[in-house]
């Protein structure tokens, strides 16, 4: 099984970018499907973007579409999530998680694995 940890996040202004990573310990990362999923204070944790083992697509929450992109690199055993023109509604904690499965991929149930988090704060 996987390890997970990420980093990159901070503090920034509205309209600023920031781009995450999350890098996974152990085998067979390549046979994972990744996800990027976010927590805001008194919210449930909600899905943001997922790339799939299977066919290799990458997949957003219709809120990050244009703005946030998903990467990853499997020589690294890293995946990373680019997010630019953010805006306070982004801030949140957020999760890398690792799931067996193809899909579907938005839901927090299907993810094996998670990382501790990495706090995203975005300032108006």
């Known amino acids: 099984q996987v390890q997970l940890v990420e980093s990159g996040g901070g503090l920034v202004q509205a309209g600023g970018s920031l781009r995450l990573s999350c890098v996974a310990s152990?085998?067979?990362?390549?046979?994972?499907?990744m996800g990027w999923f976010r927590q805001a204070p008194g919210k449930d944790r909600e899905f943001v973007a997922a790339?799939?083992?299977?066919?290799?697509?990458?997949y957003y929450t219709d809120s990050v579409k244009g703005r946030f992109t998903m990467s990853r690199d499997n020589a690294k055993n890293t995946v990373y999530l680019q997010m630019n023109s953010l805006k306070p509604e982004d801030t949140a904690v957020y999760y890398c998680?690792?799931?067996?499965?193809?899909?579907?991929?938005?839901?927090?149930?299907?993810?094996?694995?998670w990382g501790q988090g990495t706090q995203v704060t975005v300032s108006s």
């Open positions: 152990g085998r067979a990362f390549s046979t994972y499907s």
């Open positions: 998680g690792a799931s067996g499965a193809a899909m579907p991929l938005h839901i927090t149930y299907q993810y094996e694995v």
């Open positions: 790339s799939s083992w299977s066919d290799g697509n990458t």
